[in-house]
């Protein structure tokens, strides 16, 4: 897909208006690579999350979840070769003061802004440090979590003692980690505050390629569960040089953004390398016991990463349509209904008829009652063309008026989103026609 810098203005302009994302401290100027979520933001990234929790831990019976905390002692990062290796090359334009990741420029001796000459590349440090207790000395550091992954290994054991899972077995979490980059930048997709969802995922070594395969399926189908579109995703096999440091293998989704083709999810295999680590490293033995063979191993690691914001971003861009509706240029959000911030809006046709007024927020309050953990919305605010806009912008998927037909027959117009199609549906039959 070649690059379109205006669709990613339009979904930035979107995001703002319509209560999705905000420039952090924004009344202050705002701060690089920090992004607030407003109501609508909030309310689909949950539900991404909650989708994502229900596929990878609920409906199964082999995952455990956890929350670790963000603070992480230096030791861990230390075994885990973060405090060491946790860094890319940074050039520095002489003339501008710029700066560039240098594995991100075409010309390493050329300023991409204005020209000058950069600088000789050196490494730059992503984690962000922080100190635990009165004195800021070396014995009080400690980082701000760069992956959620170490707080798993470190509760390994506990897992294992507390609930003696056979393996093969997971432990996930979603959680925020912070990395200084160097050049934040493309919205929401290169972030210094991160969330992610993860799964360590503890096999024998003999298996790893079982289980490798059975999670590159379940990516698959988590990025068409939440309608990211399949046609601009593909996967790339990562070379030897390019993987991390803990990595013996591992595949990249890239997902088709509007600013070029970038990495969406990575799957990794990250052999004993971490719990070997912690176990040298603490003195603490972290081998289990092989139900089969009654003798303890090390187990390997499998591990789907999927960011939070990376995923909310690439639906957008999935989601994000122009068409014409009624004869009127129209822009809406496809989104998968499960994911949509408001499943469902009401509307009195008119809002200074207090006979429908009253009746619309009879409904509303009924459904709420049945609906569950799908959210609803009220709305009398301006004509009701300009409501059906409104609801479309933000991806209601279901708009539902109360005329004054509905006040002799108890029916109401109930509209589809993406058709714009309007029936006539009895008050009863809402709730299983929305859900």
């Not at 002692?73 to 560039?100: I, N, P, T, Y």
């Amino acid at each position: 897909m070649p690059k379109d810098p205006d669709l990613m203005e339009k979904i930035v302009s979107l995001c703002k208006r319509r209560g999705f994302v905000y420039p952090s401290f924004d009344i202050y100027g705002g701060l690089a690579g920090f992004f607030d979520y407003g109501p609508y933001g909030l309310a689909l990234k949950n539900n991404i999350k909650n989708l994502w929790w229900k596929q990878f831990v609920t409906n199964r019976e082999d995952v455990y979840g956890i929350d670790s905390v963000i603070v992480t002692k230096k030791e861990v990062l230390q075994a885990s070769g973060h405090a060491r290796g946790f860094a890319d090359m940074l050039s520095e334009c002489e003339k501008c003061k710029r700066r560039f990741r240098a594995d991100h420029l075409e010309n390493t001796n050329k300023c991409p802004e204005c020209g000058g000459k950069l600088g000789e590349a050196r490494h730059f440090y992503m984690m962000l440090e922080t100190h635990i207790g009165a004195a800021e000395d070396e014995a009080s550091l400690a980082y701000l979590r760069p992956e959620t992954a170490q707080g798993i290994f470190t509760n390994f054991k506990n897992i294992v003692d507390s609930f003696h899972p056979k393996l093969p077995f997971g432990i996930a979490q979603i959680g925020k980690a912070f990395r200084n980059e160097i050049a934040p930048r493309d919205f929401l997709f290169r972030l210094r505050e991160i969330e992610q969802m993860e799964v360590e995922y503890f096999v024998k070594p003999e298996f790893w390629k079982d289980a490798f395969e059975m999670l590159r399926k379940e990516m698959v189908k988590f990025i068409e569960t939440i309608g990211i579109r399949t046609d601009k995703v593909s996967e790339l096999e990562i070379s030897d040089e390019d993987r991390a440091h803990y990595s013996k293998r591992t595949i990249d989704f890239e997902f088709e953004f509007p600013f070029g083709k970038k990495e969406l999810y990575g799957l990794a295999y990250r052999t004993d390398y971490d719990l070997g680590n912690h176990q040298s490293s603490s003195g603490v033995d972290l081998a289990c016991l092989d139900e089969e063979t009654k003798e303890k191993i090390l187990p390997h690691v499998i591990e789907p990463s999927l960011g939070v914001d990376r995923s909310f971003l690439a639906v957008l861009c999935s989601a994000y349509t122009e068409d014409e509706l009624g004869g009127e240029k129209r822009v809406y959000l496809k989104l998968n209904k499960n994911l949509a911030p408001v499943r469902a809006a009401i509307f009195p046709l008119l809002k200074n008829k207090p006979e429908l007024v009253s009746k619309a927020r009879e409904v509303y309050e009924s459904l709420k009652l049945s609906a569950n953990s799908y959210q609803l919305a009220y709305d009398d605010n301006g004509n009701i063309g300009k409501r059906y806009r409104r609801q479309d912008e933000i991806g209601t998927p279901f708009c539902i008026t109360i005329d004054f037909d509905t006040l002799e027959d108890n029916t109401v117009t109930l509209r589809d989103r993406d058709s714009g199609e309007q029936t006539r549906v009895k008050i009863e039959e809402l709730i299983r026609l929305i859900k």
